[in-house]
């Protein structure tokens, strides 16, 4: 019903930034798509992980990993959350999933690769 589209991925030094953005598209109460958006990441070997929420009002919540480091915004006339990410670190180096949360379901997007090299 729903359709999570990611772009932004790619490779980094560490210290470097990365953004990340995330289109979403289907069924839309006056243009805009209610929900919670946000993104999680999964690295080699570990379970995914929450990364950072934001609710439609703009109310965001981050894991205490990226805290302070990463800034998630939502524009809800274009249906987009995105991620930007600062002072990457090698621990940062996953598939970052986009995903919407609503009362009658959960959609995630494709997942985009984040490399960080030292």
């Known amino acids: 019903q729903f359709e999570l589209v990611e772009s932004g991925g790619g490779s980094v030094q560490a210290g470097g930034s990365l953004r990340l953005s995330c289109a979403a598209s289907g069924p839309t109460f006056g243009g805009s798509i209610m929900g919670i958006m946000g993104w999680y990441r999964q690295a080699p070997g570990k379970q995914r992980e929450s990364v950072a929420l934001i609710g439609y009002d703009g109310n965001a919540d981050y894991s205490a990993s990226v805290k302070g480091r990463f800034i998630i915004s939502r524009d809800n006339a274009k249906n987009t959350v995105y991620l930007q990410m600062n002072h990457l670190q090698r621990a940062d180096a996953a598939v970052y999933y986009c995903?919407?949360?609503?009362?009658?379901?959960?959609?995630w997007g494709q997942g985009t690769q984040v490399t960080v090299s030292s």
């Open positions: 995903t919407l949360r609503r009362r009658d379901s959960h959609t």
